[in-house]
């Protein structure tokens, strides 16, 4: 039982480039979400998706689109990155639904650079 | 706006101290708060939670928050520190019909032997 894995763990970039970032889980859960992670900022919540086949936008969208490929899987797509977009990245799950208590899983970060 | 927030970006205390973390929260209602700690390089790990009942809640690794609707307070506190007790710390908090969590900006503790 891995929990939440994310691939990569690290990655360079240069402005305009772009890149999907991979995120699974093996807990069966309804729920995924994507955030960023800065300094003094704590966590923000990028996207979300309640269950399979629904996503919604977090807090900071901007930049970033996400697709829902199926119960386990969740990715995070810069499609023209930019400076303002390095930061470290997590994935998280949760088992009841977005309005729950149930408390979220966290993977273990992607550290993006984008230069 | 829902808003939580950790007014100490850093604190230090020595190895078998106590501790103590703040968290104030701005909801309407009363929120479902929890408390992550995050070791370098690691995701956040779930220590405790509140959603109602008893306002004193224990955690793993020896933690307790006490939740004080009056102070808008939900701080976290430990009688004795050790050094693998060294991270950032989260809190973070929800409103009983969102579907978001709002972090605070986080605590890192750093333990003196």
């Known amino acids: 039982n891995a929990g939440v894995t994310q691939t990569p763990k690290f990655q360079v970039l240069k402005t305009g480039q772009s890149m999907t970032l991979q995120c699974a889980q093996d807990m069966n859960h309804n729920s995924m979400y994507w955030y960023r992670q800065d300094p003094g900022m704590g966590l923000r919540l990028i996207y979300y998706?309640?269950?399979?086949?629904?996503?919604d936008k977090g807090e900071v969208p901007n930049g970033y689109n996400v697709s829902r490929l199926n119960k386990r899987e969740f990715s995070l797509r810069l499609e023209s990155a930019a400076p303002s977009q390095t930061s470290v990245y997590f994935c998280?799950?949760?088992?009841?639904?977005?309005?729950?208590?149930?408390?979220?899983?966290f993977g273990p970060g992607t550290r993006l650079t984008v230069l | 706006a829902q808003s939580v927030t950790q007014p100490d970006i850093h604190i230090t205390v020595s190895e078998g101290a106590s501790l103590e973390l703040r968290c104030n929260y701005s909801?309407?209602?009363?929120?479902?708060l929890f408390w992550y700690v995050q070791s370098p390089g690691q995701g956040l790990q779930l220590l405790l939670k509140y959603f109602s009942g008893d306002t004193l809640v224990q955690g793993i690794k020896g933690f307790e928050a006490e939740f004080k609707r009056s102070q808008s307070s939900f701080n976290l506190r430990k009688p004795s520190v050790h050094w693998s007790d060294a991270a950032e710390y989260f809190c973070?908090?929800?409103?009983?019909?969102?579907?978001?969590?709002?972090f605070g900006g986080g605590t890192r503790l750093m333990v003196k032997p």
């Open positions: 973070a908090g929800r409103n009983n019909a969102g579907n978001m969590l709002t």
């Open positions: 998706s309640a269950s399979e086949g629904t996503t």
């Open positions: 998280a799950s949760s088992g009841l639904g977005v309005a729950s208590y149930n408390e979220q899983f």
């Open positions: 909801y309407g209602a009363t929120p479902y």
